[in-house]
């Protein structure tokens, strides 16, 4: 089965071995908020919808995603062809082929990992709790550490792709959520600009760059903040939980060893 042709195959100088895809809303059987391909079993969607959808999107991967009960944490699981779906963490990583690290989201940012060498994998679910973490240490740091870990690799030889997520046009949060992250690097406040009255507009990807670039990762590569990568503003092609108040499917980002 060939990948819909909307969805997102990274562009980025991943090793020949290493393999990724972030879906889209095309492809599934799902109906009504949930169309077409809802990948969450947790969103009121019917359980056999997403049953079929999750083999599709399986059987267009070649490969065996990994679906993760995810709870804005910082815990990375390692992931083998023994691990079962529903595994609570917010981050994974793998170094078996034909598992594929996968992340599900509608409106928190995906961001994938590899090993310049293609002998480690790993991905991470970054919303604003996971990223911000606590005392500056989140789970994108969480899921390097782990990765450098296990993999001997170090910050420069590793590639970061940022998938779609909420932009900074639409995230609006309050001023908790500003001071979360200046407590830990004052620089931050470059990200938010003044929203409506006592709200700030929050750059997400922006955000998760800086957490990555301060980790020592200099080849980060996908979402520009721009447009385009934007859940909220891009309503045919991704679903939102914001845009559409809490009831919309999920789409995943997943990376894997051939």
Known sequence: ??????????????????????????????????????????????????AG??????TAIEARPVFMRQVHGSAVAELTPATVDGIQADACMTRSRGVACTIMVADCLPVLFATADGAFVGAAHAGWRGLAGSNGEGVLDAACRVLWAASGASAAQTLAWLGPCIGPDAFEVGPEVKAAFESAEPATAALFRPGREGKWLADLPGLARRRLQALGLARVHGNDSSTGWCTVANPSRFFSHRRDRGVSGRFAAAIWRA
Do not use: K
Request: proline share 12%; glycine share 10%.
């Open 1 to 50: 089965m060939p990948l819909p042709a909307g969805w997102i195959v990274p562009d980025w100088p991943a090793p020949p071995n290493v393999h990724a895809v972030c879906s889209t809303r095309e492809g599934g059987v799902s109906s009504g908020p949930f169309a077409s391909l809802n990948l969450g079993d947790h969103v009121g969607d019917e359980a056999r919808a997403v």
């Open 53 to 58: 959808n999750r083999q599709r999107f399986r």
